[in-house]
């Protein structure tokens, strides 16, 4: 016992220097600094198949009696001890009843709460599951002192696919549904992707993300929402599957898919079309746009000039902040396995890292970048941790390219 504590350690000590190596100590402190949320990497594991009744008025009551009696989860009596609870604009004393799997919150509704409603602030606060009908709902229960783990986007004003679609991905998030069958329904009800189309990868319920993402949306991205699942990097893997099926389905050959804390600087456009360029004459599978990081001393095994900046061949990648996937990476994304592994083998990046032959161009410096300001869905810490890491990563990469 004593070796292998001391074996460990070891490696504890090693992985340390090797950080403090490579990323300073600003990138060392911000690791430490910024850990991750166990809530968000929790497996909740299998839950109790349930059936629901409907209660109280909103808006959404008819579409979500809809979808329920579709997926046969509306019980077919008004009241059964199985059933539980979706309540629509609760009064003040239905927040207490045990059984309320959710409410589901208007705009109105909630913006005619005062500080004197007790009742319904602490029900809103208690970490039931709340589903909101706009961004203005969301950030009005959150003023109220909801959780954002707790709350969910169904929108009103939509068409009547997305509002089926957002229900689905609400079951889902709620462990009502598997995901193999909202993504049945994403390939039925969603619009085409088409090849060299660009999709951004986001939550919508985290408003602050997504707002700063389009604020700086220099490429004309067409927002993906996100599936939501705890453990988060599953639901992360299963909106990249899920957008690879939907692009193979509409014949794409070639996609890009960045997620919502990418920036782009100023000459991103023209960057990127040289990139483009370059790669309709290259033998490829992934263009890897921002290279978290890479184990070990980088293998170059080809590099070429792009005007000012660097092109390299390399057999490894690891990063989804923004990339490009040849129709040979989406065919691996969409063949991800679910019961491929756990968090450390089988999240989406470990996933196409671990393609047979993977083939990746990079350019440097990196063609996008990743907000600092912005914090992991999946992991819970702000980005700042992986700052040191990108840096330190372009740092060696460049190193053997361009060798001062």
Same mark, same amino acid.
């Given at each position: 016992m004593a070796q292998l504590w001391g074996g460990a350690m070891l490696q504890s000590v090693g992985k340390a220097w090797r950080i403090l190596g490579r990323e300073g100590v600003s990138g060392a402190m911000n690791r430490v600094r910024h850990r991750r949320d166990g809530v968000l990497l929790s497996d909740p594991g299998n839950r109790p198949e349930r059936c629901f009744v409907l209660l109280g008025e909103g808006v959404l009551k008819t579409q979500f009696r809809t979808e329920l009696k579709r997926r046969h989860l509306l019980s077919k009596a008004e009241g059964p001890k199985a059933a539980q609870k979706i309540v629509f604009n609760p009064l003040p004393t239905e927040f207490d009843d045990t059984s309320i799997?959710?409410?589901?919150?208007?705009?109105? =509704?909630?913006?005619?709460?005062?500080?004197?409603?007790?009742?319904?602030?602490?029900?809103?606060?208690?970490?039931?599951?709340?589903?909101?009908?706009?961004?203005?709902?969301?950030?009005? @229960?959150?003023?109220?002192?909801?959780?954002?783990?707790?709350?969910?986007?169904?929108?009103?004003?939509?068409?009547?696919?997305?509002i089926r679609l957002a229900i689905g991905r609400w079951l889902v998030y709620a462990g009502l549904m598997p995901p193999e069958t909202y993504l049945d329904d994403l390939l039925a009800f969603a619009?085409?992707?088409?090849?060299?189309?660009?999709?951004?990868?986001?939550?919508?319920? =985290?408003?602050?993300?997504?707002?700063?993402?389009?604020?700086?949306?220099?490429?004309?991205?067409? /927002?993906?929402?996100?599936?939501?699942?705890?453990?988060?990097?599953?639901?992360?893997? *299963?909106?990249?599957? @899920?957008?690879?099926?939907?692009?193979?389905?509409?014949?794409?050959?070639?996609?890009?898919?960045?997620?919502?804390?990418?920036?782009?600087?100023?000459?991103?456009?023209?960057?990127?079309?040289?990139?483009?360029?370059?790669?309709?004459?290259?033998? *490829?599978?992934?263009?890897?746009?921002?290279?978290?990081?890479?184990?070990?001393?980088?293998?170059?095994? /080809?590099?070429?000039?792009?005007?000012?900046?660097?092109?390299?061949?390399?057999?490894?990648?690891?990063?989804?902040?923004?990339?490009?996937?040849n129709r040979t990476?989406?065919?691996?994304?969409?063949? *991800?396995?679910?019961?491929?592994?756990?968090?450390?083998?089988?999240?989406?990046?470990?996933?196409?890292? @671990?393609?047979?032959?993977?083939?990746?161009?990079?350019a440097v410096p990196f063609l996008a970048g990743h907000r600092e300001d912005a914090h992991s869905t999946i992991f819970g810490f702000k980005n700042t941790r992986y700052s040191g890491m990108i840096r330190a990563t372009e740092r060696e990469i460049l190193a053997l390219v361009d060798p001062a």
């Open positions: 799997a959710a409410a589901v919150l208007d705009e109105d =509704y909630l913006n005619r709460i005062r500080p004197e409603d007790h009742e319904i602030l602490q029900g809103i606060a208690s970490g039931c599951a709340l589903i909101v009908t706009s961004d203005a709902a969301l950030r009005r @229960a959150l003023a109220l002192g909801a959780a954002l783990r707790d709350i969910s986007i169904v929108p009103q004003s939509a068409k009547r696919a997305a619009p085409p992707i088409r090849s060299r189309g660009r999709v951004c990868i986001s939550l919508p319920e =985290y408003l602050d993300r997504r707002e700063g993402f389009l604020d700086g949306n220099a490429g004309n991205f067409a /927002m993906f929402n996100g599936i939501r699942m705890l453990p988060a990097w599953k639901g992360c893997a *299963w909106s990249y599957k @899920a957008i690879a099926t939907k692009a193979l389905q509409s014949g794409a050959r070639r996609l890009t898919i960045c997620e919502d804390d990418a920036f782009f600087g100023a000459d991103f456009q023209q960057y990127f079309n040289a990139v483009n360029r370059y790669l309709d004459r290259a033998d *490829w599978d992934v263009f890897n746009g921002v290279m978290t990081r890479i184990e070990g001393r980088p293998e170059i095994m /080809m590099r070429r000039k792009l005007g000012a900046n660097h092109i390299i061949h390399t057999p490894h990648m690891m990063g989804m902040v923004f990339n490009v996937y990476a989406l065919e691996w994304i969409a063949d *991800w396995d679910p019961q491929g592994g756990g968090a450390q083998t089988n999240t989406i990046d470990e996933w196409l890292n @671990a393609m047979p032959g993977l083939k990746v161009v990079s």
